[in-house]
């Protein structure tokens, strides 16, 4: 039997690896808790997924962007009166306005001046 040469392959714990992507953590700050390379998380990605370490990032964000939205969700509908706001101007398109009078209630007044007679004429829109 032939002996493997080499250093064994250093394990990433993915349960940690999941929660820190769906936290929103850079590679930086992943890397640096696991203390391993991006490269070595990028290979153990492409081994057990079969997606790079970027792609399985995208995914794990998505689920944690999720969790995040859904807790807004909550709050919100318990009474939360600012999230409510803010998620009526983020989901359903409404704003602070401030308007003064009606609208349609202004006149533009242009005035011509005829080079030939040097005399004004109104013209409303």
């Known amino acids: 039997m032939a002996k493997k040469m080499g250093r064994?392959?250093?394990?990433?714990?993915?349960?940690?690896?999941?929660?820190?992507?769906?936290?929103?953590?850079?590679?930086?700050?992943?890397v640096s808790v696991l203390g391993v390379t991006v490269e070595t998380i990028d290979a153990r990605c492409r081994e057990v997924y079969g997606l790079t370490f970027s792609e399985y990032m995208a995914q794990k964000k998505g689920k944690g962007k999720a969790s995040l939205r859904r807790e807004q969700?909550?709050?919100?509908?318990?009474g939360d009166k600012t999230l409510l706001i803010w998620l009526g101007k983020q989901e359903l398109g409404q704003a602070d306005k401030q308007e003064f009078g009606e609208p349609g209630d202004f006149k533009i007044q242009l005035e011509l001046k005829d080079s030939k007679n040097d005399t004004k004429e109104p013209m409303e829109n």
Request: aromatic residues 6%.
């Open 8 to 30: 064994p392959k250093i394990k990433i714990d993915f349960n940690i690896l999941e929660n820190l992507c769906g936290i929103q953590c850079t590679q930086e700050e992943i």
């Open 73 to 78: 969700w909550k709050k919100a509908l318990a």
